[in-house]
């Protein structure tokens, strides 16, 4: 059902939420993964078992499985200011 | 299944060796209610896996893979450990043996010694450490090694300066526990076993027998072990490679192969059939550890036939330059002034050539050990020509006298999972043998009743482990304790070198006690293999062992960010962090039991499927053998002899006989597995033809097939055939004709992409074939063109048998392949000669391919049923390539056979054998215990919309008898998939709840804020 939007954001507001943030040239995103514990929690200890190098800035959270992810836990990452969150199962 | 009834067997088991294969052997028993007594020459049990750095191909340290097995043994309630202990007699027969055993005094008082190693400090007696080959030194009082189990010092008689010159007594003043008796004259006891395991290990071939190479002459010649001892962080150097003469780090390396191996005028006939695949892992680790380092192999054939082995080989050569030349070396001489060594050598085109390295390792070989005459005279078995223990291809792990079964590398020389392999294949036998005595003799564990902490403030003890060098040479471990010792609710912090051995185990308990700690948080690595360890020594210090959490920053932190200390330490201290966080609401979880069907389903009835069948059957287990084909006996029924010359026929006629007579084994065949459910201890198979199985495990044997060539004319021309239609040939009696020429062509289908592995089975049959082929007629012609010939083990005396016989064997290589042509009635083959340096033209009678082997075609509905994955070849993926060799990662399932990897008869008779061990120490148990790590339903919050019951892969969720959802915590397996779509957050993940996620994410926020957060 449509309904009509009153008081709608004018054009600056919007460029203001829209407008992408820019980092120093250094900028690294902090990176929250989730990862279910069978498959991509396994590869991310035998990315290390191999030597195979990645980013530090990305920390796993551990879950049983990735079916377990709730949006709660993706959005609470970003609300606190995460800069990226990558789920793998 | 415990029995308690009267019984004249003896439910205890004697091993005699506590390397990896008498541990597996151990632990496998005493979890499935037998008594085990483990005797064990040296101070400290491990043998020598524990002095081998890393293992390949994942390059996991050997350390901390058998650490864990160590501690296990260590204190299983039903494994007694006797060390420097050996056997004096033994008597009685398969299943009442009674067995003298001498314990050589200790002088320390293994229940007074807390090992703190005050004595050792003060020990002014230095002497050359055995443990670090010679490269260190320990004391005349000593721990084997710093993760030794027991950790008890012991008092080397011959070399402490009291029991020798009568003063000193130094270790005595310092000992505040009063360890010391220098009185001890030792003891000797008497045990009374049903069944006794042999597995003593082995020696290591003496190399200054090969004067030529030098070693004990030229400082920077060392033999393989010592150079693993450089590699160990632990080891002489601490990790860093240097050679011996001047501590300067090498840069160009020599490995020289076959050293005391293959060499029956200097050194042993046989194969060591380790030494191609350690030196390849040596020469990469060398180059993880240190960029500069040039590695070179000299070898004479590449037998790396296992696993994955070519793949590792191809890694070696492609990522980490290691340079690989054919070649034997004839004399290595040091050059005057520089410590450098001149290695001298015939190359390729046969020209001699000179080159100098700043280190050569010697790949020294296997042998039985030096006392391996005696100790089969004691035990009352025979030996073969070599000294091994004898056994034959068709029964691998049986000695000669009933009752006693040998496992490991005193059966012949084998690597580390062929042992673990063998481990639980002579436990698996023993249940068999001694399954009315199950249970009478065991104890069961009395633990501490378990802390009540509810409603107490959170007192988190935080463990911080160096791991060697693993963790400690990328992050800073003190800035990773200091950063996190004031977090609320930690109240206490410290650093430990190996979180995970006896030792350090030890003291977590005793930390726990005396802090009063109610949540403990190690920092080391991964809880997919040592959660379950820690959260035991924690309940064993009487805190409920989810009051645990590991954080990983080993494999994804260390290992993955080398190089880059600072960001690594930063992502240490987060890690650790966010389990502090989710440590802090941890709450104490109970655990479930849930019972098991005594009964197993075997997927495949070829000859892995039938030999675990039976072993399982013998041990009173119900079987159900399912198999696609009208029926039993696979690949089998193809094969009539053994390279040994044993009748397969024969063996697999009676087989099948005892399978189909056996009153405790159903064979359903012309079906398969339509569909199964439930879980370890509780499966349900529904089979094509309609039938139903309930059973607690799966054993997955469905076999392997042949690889049809399309290459080298065959199919069409009527000249060109595989092996295995040879030896039918020669089965029926019309092979070979007078004077007929055969050429035989390897690795058909083999070590090439895409199919970039060894088939393992095709230079024996090449071999065999070629034999007999010049046995029945020695006019007949036969020539083997190979890549390299891989008769590892003691199958080497046929390889050179074959080339008595006047077998010719031409070598070629991959990029120059021999080419075949149709030539009258005959197949003209034509191939590079590398030794005559041109091309050599055959006229063959009949062309033979050595055809490689596939996984079956059937594996991928099976492997899609089981949930079991497989590697890119399609093999099924084991738990664990070294130490869990025939385990999937899901319990209750388990791989046996050419499923698990191309291998040879011998072979598969262990691993099925194994299987059978390993799904008998699960089918023994009335009950299981569940973990705590379930999904908890919270019927107040609860809307019934039933979402839960759609995903649910468990069928856990069901409809009650109000109408609404309820929740059977018996069938969840705490996957959380109900968690995650549960709109009215009714379900919670035990540990993994919502609460605790977010309080890992605010952790990790709150020391780095993102770009939008700042």
């Given amino acids: ?89 | 299944m415990s029995n308690n009834s009267p019984s004249k067997k003896i439910g205890a088991v004697l091993i005699v060796g506590g390397g990896i294969g008498g541990m597996q052997a151990a632990l496998d028993l005493a979890d499935s209610g037998f008594k085990v007594h483990m005797v064990h020459r040296d101070p400290s049990i491990g043998g020598t896996m524990v002095m081998l750095d890393k293992t390949f191909p994942t390059g996991d340290c050997a350390m901390c893979m058998i650490s864990p097995k160590m501690v296990e043994a260590g204190r299983h309630l039903n494994l007694d450990i006797h060390t420097l202990a050996e056997v004096v007699s033994v008597e009685g027969q398969e299943g009442d043996f009674r067995v003298r055993v001498r314990h050589a005094p200790r002088y320390v008082d293994g229940s007074k010694c807390t090992g703190c190693g005050d004595c050792e400090a003060k020990c002014p007696k230095k002497v050359a450490s055995e443990f670090d080959q010679g490269l260190g030194v320990r004391k005349a009082i000593y721990s084997f090694f710093p993760q030794a189990v027991p950790n008890s010092r012991a008092i080397d008689a011959a070399q402490c300066i009291y029991l020798t010159k009568g003063k000193c007594r130094s270790c005595e003043k310092v000992c505040k526990a009063g360890a010391i008796n220098y009185e001890d004259k030792g003891e000797e006891i008497e045990l009374n076993v049903g069944s006794i395991i042999l597995s003593p290990g082995l020696d290591r071939y003496d190399a200054t027998v090969r004067g030529e190479f030098g070693l004990g002459r030229w400082e920077n010649v060392v033999t393989s072990i010592q150079f693993e001892r450089i590699l160990s962080a632990s080891g002489p150097y601490k990790g860093e490679i240097k050679r011996p003469s001047d501590e300067r780090h090498p840069r160009k390396v020599a490995w020289i192969q076959c050293v005391g191996s293959r060499d029956p005028h200097n050194g042993n006939p046989w194969c060591s059939s380790v030494c191609c695949m350690y030196a390849t892992k040596q020469s990469i680790i060398a180059r993880e550890h240190d960029r500069q380092i040039e590695p070179t192999i000299f070898y004479m054939e590449m037998r790396a036939f296992g696993k994955d082995f070519d793949k590792y080989v191809e890694r070696a050569k492609h990522e980490y330059g290691v340079r690989y030349q054919r070649a034997m070396i004839s004399a290595v001489r040091e050059e005057p002034g520089t410590g450098n060594l001149i290695l001298r050598y015939a190359s390729e085109d046969g020209k001699l050539r000179e080159e100098t390295h700043d280190m050569v390792v010697l790949s020294v070989g296997l042998q039985p050990h030096k006392d391996a005459a005696a100790f089969a005279k004691t035990f009352g078995i025979d030996m073969n020509p070599y000294r091994f223990a004898k056994t034959s291809p068709l029964k691998p792990i049986e000695t000669t006298r009933p009752g006693i079964y040998v496992t490991g590398t005193y059966q012949g020389p084998k690597d580390i999972p062929e042992t673990v392999i063998q481990g639980s294949a002579v436990a698996g036998r023993a249940m068999a043998l001694l399954s009315e005595a199950r249970g009478t003799e065991t104890v069961t564990k009395q633990l501490p009743p378990e802390k009540d902490v509810k409603g107490e403030e959170p007192r988190i003890g935080v463990f911080v482990c160096h791991c060697g060098i693993n963790i400690s040479s990328t992050v800073e471990i003190n800035q990773v304790v200091s950063a996190v010792k004031d977090l609320p609710g930690v109240s206490y912090v410290t650093n430990t070198l190996y979180a995970c051995a006896q030792d350090n185990q030890d003291i977590i308990k005793q930390t726990i006690k005396e802090q009063n700690l109610n949540r403990v948080v190690i920092a080391s690595c991964t809880p997919r293999t040592h959660e379950k360890l820690f959260q035991e020594t924690i309940r064993e210090a009487g805190l409920n062992k989810y009051l645990f959490d590991l954080a990983d920053i080993r494999e994804q932190c260390s290992w993955c960010h080398k190089g880059q200390n600072e960001a690594a330490t930063k992502k240490a201290i987060q890690i650790v962090k966010m389990s502090i966080a989710k440590s802090r609401i941890q709450e104490p979880l109970k655990t479930g039991a849930v019972g098991v069907t005594p009964a197993c389903l075997v997927v495949g009835g070829g000859i892995a499927g039938m030999v675990a069948s039976l072993a399982l059957a013998d041990q009173g287990f119900q079987v159900s053998i399912v198999e696609r084909e009208s029926g039993l006996g696979g690949l089998l029924n193809n094969v009539y002899r053994t390279l040994e010359g044993d009748d397969v026929q024969k063996f697999l006629k009676t087989k099948i006989g005892e399978v189909i007579g056996h009153p405790k084994i159903n064979v359903y065949t012309g079906v398969e597995v339509k569909k199964t459910e439930g879980f370890v201890g509780n499966f349900k198979t529904t089979l094509t033809d309609g039938t139903t199985v309930e059973h607690g495990a799966v054993i997955i044997a469905t076999g392997g097939m042949e690889y049809e060539p399309g290459e080298y004319l065959y199919g069409q021309n009527d000249k060109v055939v595989t092996q295995r239609q040879l030896e039918k040939r020669m089965a029926e009696g019309d092979m070979p004709g007078n004077g007929e020429r055969f050429v035989m062509v390897q690795c058909v289908g083999s070590r090439e992409e895409p199919n970039q592995y060894c088939s393992r089975v095709c230079c024996q049959d090449a071999v065999k074939n070629a034999i007999a082929l010049k046995e029945r007629n020695p006019q007949a012609h036969v020539v083997i063109i190979y890549r390299d010939i891989r008769n590892y083990g003691l199958r080497e005396d046929y390889y050179t048998k074959a080339r008595g016989l006047g077998i010719l064997f031409v070598h070629y290589e991959v990029d120059r392949k021999p080419t075949v042509e149709p030539s009258g009635g005959k197949v003209k083959v034509k191939t590079w000669d590398y030794m005559l340096n041109r091309e050599l033209v055959i006229e063959a009678d009949w062309l033979v391919l050595s055809t490689g082997l596939r996984p079956h075609p059937a594996a991928d509905k099976v492997a899609e049923m089981y949930k079991v994955t497989r590697n890119p070849d399609g093999y099924f993926l084991e738990a664990h390539v070294k130490l869990r060799p025939v385990d999937f990662p899901s319990e209750g399932l388990f791989v046996t056979g050419l499923a698990h990897a191309p291998k040879n008869l011998d072979e598969t008779v262990s691993q099925a054998l194994a299987a059978a061990g390993r799904a008998g120490v699960i089918l023994s148990h009335e009950s299981l215990a569940v973990s705590g790590i379930i999904a908890k339903h919270k019927r107040e919050l609860c809307m019934s919309c039933l979402s839960c019951l759609r995903v649910c892969p468990f069928g856990s969720p069901y409809i009650s008898e109000d109408g609404k959802i309820s929740h059977n915590e018996v069938k969840c397996m705490g996957c959380g998939i109900c968690a995650g779509i549960c709109p009215a957050k009714a379900f919670q993940v035990n540990n993994f709840r919502d609460d605790q996620i977010v309080a890992m994410i605010d952790a990790e926020v709150d020391s780095e804020p993102g770009l939008i957060g700042a």
């Avoid at chain 1, 929250?32 to 290390?48: E, K, P, Q, S």
């Avoid at chain 1, 030597?51 to 959270?61: C, D, E, G, M």
């Fill in chain 1, 1 to 89: 059902m449509m309904t009509e939007v009153t008081g709608a954001a004018s054009e600056q507001d919007v460029l203001t939420v829209e407008q992408p943030h820019e980092g120093p040239a250094d900028w690294q995103p902090n990176i929250i993964a989730f990862a279910c514990h069978y498959c991509a929690f396994a590869a991310a200890d035998l990315a290390g078992v191999m030597r195979l190098s990645y980013s530090p800035n990305v920390k796993i959270i551990r879950l049983p499985c990735t079916g377990k992810l709730d949006h709660i836990h993706v959005l609470r990452a970003f609300e606190r200011g995460v800069d990226g969150v990558f789920v793998a199962g």
